[in-house]
Each structure stands twice: as C-alpha cells, then as structure tokens.
C-alpha cells in the first residue's frame, strides 16, 4: 500500500483559484496558477516554482500576509519543493500555510487537515515517523467530522496511516484500517 497525497497541487489550486480571484488576489495571480499547475503536470518543477513565489507575492501584497489564499499559495509552493525531495525547504512552507489556515478558518476546517496530512506526509518520507503521526491522526479526525466518515480524504488518511503503523510494526493497527477503507468502498 502506498502513502497518498490528500489533496495535491493541482486539486488546491483548482480548488481556491475562483474563490481567490473573487476576494480580490486578482487575475495576474489566477494565470500564474494556471501556469504553475501546467507546469507542475509536465514536471517542469523549477520552473514552476519560480512562477509560485511569484504568484505568492502578488497574494500576499494583494490579501495581506495571512489569507487563506496566501496558505494556499504556500501550500502550492511546499508541494513542488517536496516534488522535487527538497524537504527542509518544504518544511517551513506547510508549516507557515498550516498556522495560517489555523488562524483563519479554526483548527477542525478541512484545509487544516489538509495541511496536517501535508506535514505528516513530510515527516513519514523523511522516516520521522513519531512526528508523523500525530498529524495524520489529527487530520483523520477533522475529516471524518467535517466531511463525513466516508469522504474520500477520510480514505487517504485511514491508508496513509495504515501504512505508517505497517512501518513500524503496528500490522494488526494497520491492517484494521485497512479493513475500514475496504469497508468504505464496499458501500461507495
């Protein structure tokens, strides 16, 4: 079983580019969006990164230093950094967009949890395995309340953990989420 991505890149930014235009970040931050996911699809990861820290600037001077947009935009920018297995400089991007989306939407919103995954995601990769978990198990919960117990970020959270306590020699635990991710697809 492999680790999952909650919601990657693309999704994100397919997600909040409509919203981001209509609070005010502007047309200029939606293409370069658009480019960076093009970018991002056709593994032109330097390139795309430069073209995110752009779009991070005119979010920022735009919205100001902590709207969700800009979370977004750092999100975005983490993901391409952790793409490419550049995980320390990954790190401080979800970690700033993950304290933003805290403060603005409260600590059980599903873009936090999608931070958290994001991190945990981090740390397992990196073999911090201690660090990890308590991210996703966190995560788990903010999605199973705020988007139901069989939403399908639900699923990536209960196989990404699977996975981790498989890794360290938790199989029985593993394998019960495992069961529970069967079990949510059988009634899908």
């Keep these: 079983m492999k680790l999952t991505r ?5 999704a994100l930014l397919l997600l909040t580019t ?16 658009k480019e960076v996911m093009s970018l991002y699809q ?17 979010a920022e001077k735009a919205l100001g230093p902590d709207h969700p ?5 750092l999100n975005n920018l983490a993901e391409l950094y952790y793409t490419q297995g ?34 945990a995601l981090l740390y397992y990769t990196q073999g911090q395995y201690a660090q990890a978990e308590p991210f996703y198990k966190r995560s788990l919960a903010i999605w199973e309340k705020a988007l139901g117990p069989d ?17 360290t020699g938790r199989v029985e635990a593993g394998q019960e989420l495992e069961k529970r991710v069967l079990a949510i697809r059988a009634r899908q």
């Design 6 to 10: 909650s919601i990657g890149l693309i």
């Design 18 to 33: 409509a919203s981001a235009y209509s609070q005010g970040a502007g047309i200029e931050w939606d293409i370069l969006n």
């Design 42 to 58: 056709k593994g032109q990861y330097d390139r795309a990164v430069i073209v995110a820290k752009k779009a991070l600037e005119i």
């Design 69 to 73: 947009d800009v979370a977004t935009s």
């Design 86 to 119: 550049q995980y320390t400089q990954a790190e401080p991007f979800y970690k700033r967009s993950l304290a933003i989306w805290e403060k603005a939407h409260g600590p059980d919103h599903p873009d936090v949890a999608t931070g958290l995954n994001n991190l």
């Design 151 to 167: 939403h399908p970020n639900v699923v990536t959270s209960l196989k990404n953990m699977a996975v981790l306590y498989r890794e």
